[in-house]
């Protein structure tokens, strides 16, 4: 009999035949088994098979150990009970490696903040969320998730987006800026009362926005901000004048690029919309809002938050003659210096249904369509979001037909995990979100109380399933993308629409409002490409870069002209109804020619966009404030500490916080020709 065994550690403890009774006995109930002294006859016959294996006098390995129990379940003929030994022995095996990850993780984050998600800081206080980020992730992986759903997102088949934010909280929200400033609100410690002044307004405004991520893992939207505003000064006892307006405009901006929220980790996601309302106090919160950021902060510098999307409507702001046109010219000229407003259309195929209602988060993410309330913005947002590597089904299947068919597999797995996920934040109560829901924020949280559960409320929200990759997809099954071949531009659209019609079924079956996301690569960028070069070894134009090319978009290195891009890349909007986004890449900011932004902002409008922006690089010198393209050194006067702010995913960021998926695709990035 052995006395001793050895921990995989090296730590040498008593050896406990009665431990690999239980393990025996545990596997067999997992099947169906319940004679407990089948389990103990197994464990002498595995006892004996080690001391004929020669470990008398020798101390075993619990490897060794667990070897020979499979080998002797399977020799006696119990082979689903060896498989279920099998399985819980891999499970075991893979949560000791989680924790070992977490370590590493852990002291990688200890050193510098991760750059996954690129507007995180490198504070003390983002380390620390950071490394509970990186706990939480670790626990739902191994203890939570089942186990198909755990071993798809390890193996990169797809991406359980915010996973640390599992069972926590829900994703993002639009915000009904009127009713919370006109009844006022509280945050925990106490009661706002309504703003009697438009800059009171704007201050209470970037609290809400605090606020209101603190509870959250996405962005925080406004989606009408200029009409809200207008309403408030409406309701106030004396009417602000212009200056006024500005000065406060300008305090939103400043607060929302310095006011931290999660702990001091980041500022907030923050996305104004804006620009069709008609109103004297709409159009000067429209113009105030676009001046300040015109201006720049203190030292002339590019805010990065909020971003701001300006609504395009025909008959609004569209053409000459409509009442907000000088504001469409004025964001455009705005854009063509700072890279905001983006800019959103609401004469859209998809959009025009809603009037001016839809809004956009800067991420691209839409929230619209209803199956139960109201078809509006305010009040809801995306619950939770995965996305699918569609590169890694066209390598494996190599046939059209084959891709449909793991495709429609996938999203289903996909579709059943976030209905894992609805359940679990189902049962979250309303205190748990003590502003989001305590506010009544969210569509139909008016009657919760404090101990209510959200689920019922939180149907009003939407599941989204993304994609990335169709560029890389179309490249494995016809050998050239959309972006270069007519054939490969239309089986895109095949596939796009395909994924369209599952996400409908999808609705229907299961009465929750599913949608499917052009996926922003923020956190996933290179994460997939990784998995599948392993896998299938570099492949050009598909694996040979470290990121796969953002959802539906054409690669970032393909030369092309910015009308062409825009036609291909707005047939898919239609589609992709949890959000999208066409962005144009300019060699340099387009300065004073801002006819140009208008004229490309007009295609957008004539190509079905829904939601559209413009990129270029803006380098800012840190030492003098100078603003232009800067290689090495400043040309004004010779300073190395150069801001580099771009726009990746939707939201700007500087260049710094990248990661190398990110930075790599910067680099291959080619301007589009007019």
Known sequence: MFTEIRKRDGRIVPFDAEKITDAIFKAAKAVGGENRKIAENLTNQVVKELAKLGYNGVIPTVEEVQDVVEKVLIENGHARTAKAYILYRDRRTRIRDGKSDLMDTVREILKETSRENANVSNSPSAKMLQIASAASKSYYLTNLLPEEFSQAHRSGLIHIHDLDYYGKTLNCLQIDLYKLLKNGFNTGYGYIRPPKRIASAAAQTAIILQSNQNDMYGGQSIPHFDRAMSQIIADMPSEPDEDEIFQAMEGLVYNLNTMHSRAGAQVPFSSLNFGTDTSEYGRAVTKALLMAFERGLGRGESPIFPNLVFRVKKGVNLDPGDPNYDLLQYAAKVAAKRLNPTFSFMDSSFNSRFGDEVSYMGCRTRVIANRHGEEVSAGRGNIAFTSINLPRLALQTRDINLFYIELDRLMRLAARQLLHRFEILGNLRAKDLPFLMGQNLYMGSENLQPDDPIKEVIKNGTLSIGFIGLAETLMVLLGKHHGEDQEAR??????????????????????????????????????????????????????????????????????????????????????????????????????????????????????????????????ECKSCGYSGIIDDCCPSCGGTYIRRIRRITGYLSTEDRFNSAKLSELRDRKPHCR
Do not use: W
Request: proline share 5%.
């Open 490 to 619: 239309k089986l895109g659209l095949e596939i796009v629409a395909h994924m369209h019609k599952r996400i409908r079924q999808f609705s229907d079956e299961f009465d929750l409002n599913f949608t499917l996301l052009a996926t922003p690569a923020e956190g996933l960028s290179g994460r997939f490409v990784s998995f599948d070069r392993e896998l299938f070894g570099v492949i050009p134009g598909v694996t040979d870069k470290e990121y796969y090319t953002n959802s539906v978009h054409v690669p970032v290195n393909y030369a092309m002209s910015l009308f062409d891009k825009l036609s291909i890349e707005g047939e898919y909007h239609k589609y992709c109804d949890a959000g999208h986004i066409a962005y144009v890449e300019l060699e340099s900011p387009p300065g004073e020619n801002f006819e140009a932004v208008e004229q490309i902002v007009r295609h957008m409008y004539n190509s079905d966009v829904g939601y559209g922006g413009i990129n270029y690089p803006i380098d």
